[in-house]
């Protein structure tokens, strides 16, 4: 029989005491985790992030709860995620507003502010006017916003400076007029936009058609054109500029998720795996087909450099535009 000295035992124990918490890391995720919006409840960036949110859920085995935060273009649910625990317990849909705000001197925060997990999707805009518009077409819209005087057409789609925002701003500059010409209404997305479209409370909203579709298919609204290489097959009879207007002009939307800076690369590596399972899943392709919006997928790597590009490209076309402050 073997001799156990104090000494031996003591040291048993201590290996013993060092191995133990190895064997107790607990299962990500062991308890609900909370996804940030920063945009309104029923817009394209809520839509998606709720089915990736209950898609992720199956994949995972606990509740992703979608919380909507929004104001300040962007700025209050972005920094949300961003000011969240490192933990995997708070994630959120980012937008291509976070390559944007900066440039406004709206909030430090940046692309480099995060842990990129996923790309998800990209959309372009459409332009979209009220059903009792005498607007039938995009071209008798550009003429009439030609021969207006400034600010007496209005349009929303999104917060001041923000990415539909910018869409308008580069229209109207590919026409010849000045970013301003047509007075921005800021909104919390493009849902509360469509909403005051419907209700007359402005003239034109850029947003996606996807975005739309629910106040057009309730006969509340029209799409005339969209800010495109190509027509969306899902929106066939919408035109692009460029077969309207002969304006070749076009800029997307992005939605990506991510998490606060510094997450544990184990379970940034699980969460980006997840996404991957979703995004190639019959599931969500059905869902996103049959909504219209763009799928687009980019791994953590390829979010990261996404979004560095996008900052460059975005900022360049703000300051042209004449959104850059400071």
């Known amino acids: 029989m073997p001799i156990i000295t104090r000494r031996g035992a003591l040291a048993a124990g201590a290996l013993a005491t060092v191995a133990r918490p190895a ?69 959120g849909m980012i937008t291509v507003e976070i390559c944007m705000m900066h440039w406004q001197g709206l909030t430090e925060l940046k692309r480099t502010s995060y842990t990129p997990l996923a790309l998800m999707n990209e959309d372009p805009p459409g332009v979209q006017v009220n059903a009792s518009s005498p607007y039938r077409d995009i071209k008798a819209l550009a003429d009439a916003i030609k021969a207006s005087r400034p600010g007496q057409f209005k349009a929303s789609g999104t917060g001041q400076g923000g990415i539909w925002h910018l869409a308008l701003a580069g229209w109207l500059g590919a026409m010849g007029l000045a970013a301003d010409h047509v007075r921005w209404v800021p909104s919390n ?30 006969g509340r609204a029209r799409s005339l054109a969209i800010m495109a290489p190509a027509r969306n097959p899902q929106f066939a009879q919408v ?5 309207t207007l002969g304006i070749n002009y076009s800029v997307g939307a992005w939605r990506g998720i991510a998490a606060p800076l510094n997450l544990p690369a184990p ?23 049959a909504r219209g919006f763009g799928m687009v997928w980019g791994d953590a790597a390829g979010f990261a450099q996404h979004m560095e590009r996008t900052d460059a490209t975005l900022g360049a076309a703000m300051r042209a535009a004449g959104l850059v402050r400071g």
């Open 267 to 289: 379970i940034a590596q699980q969460l980006t795996a997840a996404l991957q399972k979703i995004w190639n899943g019959q599931e969500f392709k059905d869902f996103m087909n």
């Open 239 to 243: 035109p692009t500029l460029n077969e």
């Open 23 to 91: 064997l107790a890391q607990p299962r990500y995720p062991a308890r609900p985790v909370q996804v940030v919006v920063p945009w309104g409840a029923g817009g394209g960036t809520d839509a998606t992030a709720r089915i990736v949110a209950s898609l992720l859920e199956k994949e995972l085995g606990q509740p992703f709860n979608v919380v909507n935060r929004t104001g300040g273009s962007g700025v209050v649910g972005h920094s949300a995620i961003a000011s969240a625990a490192a933990d995997g317990y708070t994630i």
């Open 189 to 218: 997305g493009a849902a509360p936009a469509m909403q005051d479209l419907a209700a007359g409370g402005v003239d034109i909203v850029t947003c996606s058609v996807p975005e739309a579709r629910a106040i057009i298919e309730a």
